[in-house]
């Protein structure tokens, strides 16, 4: 069973266009996470959703739009992507409380703009 | 604003050998810190949480051990395997989980 997963794996489009990343997890995790993974192999976080609730908001464009239906799901809007955003984006999950637990990240969506 | 710093950069030891990976942190203020393994191409699997009240945690031949007040964490992984080939990642870990990561450590593994 896959504890979290992405679609699309691939996802190649040109500039100007819009997209969208899912992301689900069935771990029973309370908090949801976007990382972003630049060329030079650097992740950096983008976002965080706790029961749904947007808790972190790292210095993203706001062409980038989380979105979190349910506790199960955090979704990336990317609104007239630019060549700079070609990446590979991961979504994660974890449960946090006090001292934090044990993340888990999916196999990522790379995503090339062109 | 925490920094994390992953040295070195690339290793490559012979099959059997001991590695050690080296993690430093400039802010002791953290909730936990965790390793991460990173194969070419895929996602990251995680390897060992250590919870900041913690030293040490262990798993099989992996053993990471942590000290805040120094900001430094240590993994070491013995008697190497050509499968322990990888990129390593040290994350630590603030408030609502966030994690800041290292630029990693790439292990090659000769038979």
């Known amino acids: 069973d896959t504890a979290v997963s992405q679609t699309p794996k691939y996802l190649v489009t040109q500039m100007g266009n819009d997209k969208s990343i899912k992301c689900e997890q069935n771990?029973?995790?309370?908090?949801m996470y976007w990382y972003k993974q630049d060329s030079k192999k650097f992740l950096k976080i983008m976002f965080s959703?706790?029961?749904?609730?947007?808790?972190i908001n790292e210095t993203v464009p706001n062409r980038f739009s989380p979105k979190s239906p349910d506790k199960a799901h955090l979704n990336l809007h990317i609104n007239s992507l630019e060549l700079g955003d070609s990446a590979v984006y991961f979504c994660?999950?974890?449960?946090?409380?006090?001292?934090?637990?044990?993340?888990?990240f999916g196999p990522g969506t790379r995503l090339t703009v062109t | 604003k925490q920094e994390v710093t992953q040295i070195p950069a690339a290793l490559s030891v012979p099959e059997g050998e001991n590695l050690v990976l080296n993690c430093s942190f400039t802010?002791?203020?953290?909730?936990?810190l965790q390793w991460f393994r990173q194969d070419p191409g895929k996602g990251l699997t995680s390897l060992l949480l250590?919870?900041?009240?913690?030293r040490e945690q262990t798993s099989g031949r992996l053993n990471a051990s942590l000290d805040k007040s120094s900001g430094r964490s240590t993994l070491y992984i013995a008697a190497s395997q050509p499968g322990d080939s990888a990129t390593y990642l040290c994350?630590?870990?603030?408030?609502?989980?966030?994690?800041?990561f290292g630029a990693g450590t790439q292990v090659v593994v000769t038979p």
């Open positions: 994660a999950s974890s449960q946090v409380g006090q001292g934090g637990y044990e993340q888990y």
């Open positions: 771990l029973g995790h309370d908090t």
């Open positions: 959703y706790n029961n749904k609730e947007l808790i």
């Open positions: 802010d002791s203020a953290i909730y936990n």
């Open positions: 250590i919870q900041s009240s913690q």
């Open positions: 994350a630590v870990g603030g408030s609502w989980g966030k994690l800041q």
